[in-house]
């Protein structure tokens, strides 16, 4: 792999990491997060009280890729899990090992934390993100079916009784 270091992230690569998040929204065909979106991101990555924990992985100096993660928890389990949000390597940087290097990375983290599992979701016509994670070691599990509530309907559900 070269000269890429991985390494926790900090304040100052937050241009960075925004513009990698903006560049995955567009491989993803989804709205990029606007200005104020982007501020939250960084607030909740380096503010007082952080919601979730971010790598970075650096090539010759420069942050091509990032993962982010947090803990959840598995009561089938009686352990911590971690959960991958996102995993996104710049292409211009892809093929090099970065991508390997932030889930291993990752992986590492969820075993010092005596974690049972690490998790992720994957899109079912990224044919390529699914390969590379079956190589990992990964089963993508197709019993399971992600539930999503946001929006109009999070806020009806929220304010029900």
Same mark, same amino acid.
């Given at each position: 792999?070269?000269? !890429?270091?991985? +390494?926790? *992230?900090? =304040?100052? #690569?937050?241009? /960075?990491?925004?513009? $990698?998040?903006? @560049?995955?929204? !567009?491989?993803? +065909?989804? *709205?990029? =997060?606007? #200005?104020?979106? /982007?501020?939250?991101? $960084?607030?909740? @990555?380096?503010?007082?009280?952080? +919601?979730?924990?971010?790598?970075?992985?650096?090539?010759?100096?420069?942050?091509?890729?990032? @993962?982010?993660?947090?803990?959840?928890?598995?009561?089938?389990?009686?352990?911590?899990?971690?959960?991958?949000?996102?995993?996104?390597?710049?292409?211009?940087?892809?093929?090099?090992?970065?991508?390997?290097?932030?889930?291993?990375?990752?992986?590492?983290?969820?075993?010092?934390?005596?974690?049972?599992?690490?998790?992720?979701?994957?899109?079912?016509?990224?044919?390529?993100?699914?390969?590379?994670?079956?190589?990992?070691?990964?089963?993508?599990?197709?019993?399971?079916?992600?539930?999503?509530?946001?929006?109009?309907?999070?806020?009806?559900?929220?304010?029900?009784?």
């Amino acid at each position: 792999m070269g000269d !890429a270091v991985i +390494r926790s *992230a900090r =304040p100052e #690569d937050g241009p /960075a990491y925004v513009a $990698l998040v903006r @560049a995955l929204a !567009a491989f993803e +065909r989804l *709205a990029p =997060p606007d #200005d104020e979106a /982007a501020a939250r991101l $960084l607030e909740h @990555a380096f503010g007082e009280r952080p +919601r979730y924990q971010l790598l970075v992985g650096e090539v010759g100096g420069r942050v091509e890729g990032y @993962a982010v993660f947090f803990e959840t928890y598995s009561t089938f389990r009686a352990l911590p899990s971690l959960y991958l949000e996102d995993l996104f390597v710049h292409p211009r940087a892809r093929g090099q090992g970065l991508g390997t290097a932030l889930v291993r990375a990752v992986a590492r983290r969820a075993v010092e934390r005596g974690c049972g599992r690490f998790e992720w979701t994957v899109l079912d016509w990224n044919t390529d993100a699914q390969r590379f994670y079956r190589s990992l070691g990964a089963r993508i599990l197709t019993e399971w079916q992600l539930c999503r509530v946001d929006g109009d309907a999070l806020a009806a559900l929220g304010a029900g009784d």
